[in-house]
C-alpha cells in the first residue's frame, strides 16, 4: 500500500512562492502517476497537476500553466510542486495522490487514484 506524506505549505504573501513536497511510502515501480489536487474551502477538490513516474508526462490545470512546476527530486525522492506568482485563488488544501487514472483528462479525476496523502494547508495573504 502506498502512502502519500505531503510538506512544504504554510503562509506566503501574494506574488511570492512556496514548494510542496510528497514521499510516496512504499515506492514500488508499479507507481504510475503522482498527481497533486488541492481543495479550497466550500469548493471541490480540484486537480492541479500531475506526473508520470517515470517523469515523461507532466500535466497542469490551466490556472497554474507557467506558474507550477511538478518534477521529482530524486535525491530526496519526492515528487515536488514548485509554486511561483502565488495569488489569494491559490488557497487551499493541497492534496499529493498515487494511482493509475489511465489517458488524456482522466488524471484529472480523483476517484481514479487509490493513495491520498493527509494534506499541508497552503495561505496566499497580505
Known amino acids: 500500500q502506498l502512502q502519500p506524506v505531503e510538506s512544504g505549505g504554510g503562509l506566503v504573501q501574494p506574488g511570492g512562492s512556496l514548494r510542496l513536497s510528497c514521499a510516496v511510502r512504499?515506492?514500488?515501480?508499479?507507481?504510475?502517476?503522482v498527481a497533486w489536487f488541492r481543495q479550497a474551502p466550500g469548493k471541490e477538490r480540484e486537480a492541479v497537476s500531475c506526473?508520470?513516474?517515470?517523469?515523461?508526462?507532466?500535466y497542469y490545470t490551466e490556472s497554474v500553466k507557467g506558474r507550477f512546476t511538478i518534477f521529482r527530486d530524486h535525491a530526496k525522492n519526492t515528487w515536488d510542486l514548485r509554486m511561483t506568482n502565488l495569488m489569494s485563488s491559490d488557497t487551499a488544501v493541497y492534496y499529493c495522490?498515487?494511482?493509475?487514472?489511465?489517458?488524456?483528462?482522466?488524471?484529472?479525476?480523483?476517484?481514479?487514484?487509490?493513495?491520498w496523502g493527509q494534506g499541508t494547508q497552503v495561505t496566499v495573504s497580505e
Open positions: 495522490a498515487t494511482g493509475d487514472p489511465g489517458y488524456g483528462n482522466r488524471w484529472r479525476q480523483a476517484n481514479l487514484y487509490d493513495s
Open positions: 506526473m508520470s513516474s517515470g517523469g515523461g508526462s507532466t
Open positions: 512504499g515506492f514500488s515501480h508499479d507507481l504510475y502517476v
